[in-house]
């Protein structure tokens, strides 16, 4: 069986940290403390995944998810 998931933790201290796993593997994981790019098996899998999600939208001028009245 297939699973996959993109996780997305909003810390208290303001930093972000997202895991994307597929069926167990870690494909990619950012924390943006560290001001680097994504890292794992497969890092460009993440922003496929947060873009299918929504996540960019506001960059192309759509409201989506972390979008600002």
């Known amino acids: 069986m297939n699973t996959e998931a993109v996780a997305i933790w909003a810390l208290l201290d303001s930093t972000?940290?997202?895991a994307h796993v597929r069926s167990g593997k870690l494909l990619a994981s950012y924390d943006a403390?560290?001001?680097?790019p994504p890292e794992g098996a497969e890092?460009?899998?993440?922003?496929?995944a947060l873009t299918d999600a929504g996540f960019f939208l506001e960059e192309n001028g759509e409201s989506g998810i972390g979008s600002r009245p």
């Open 33 to 36: 403390r560290h001001f680097q």
């Open 16 to 18: 972000t940290r997202i």
């Open 43 to 48: 890092p460009s899998f993440l922003n496929r």
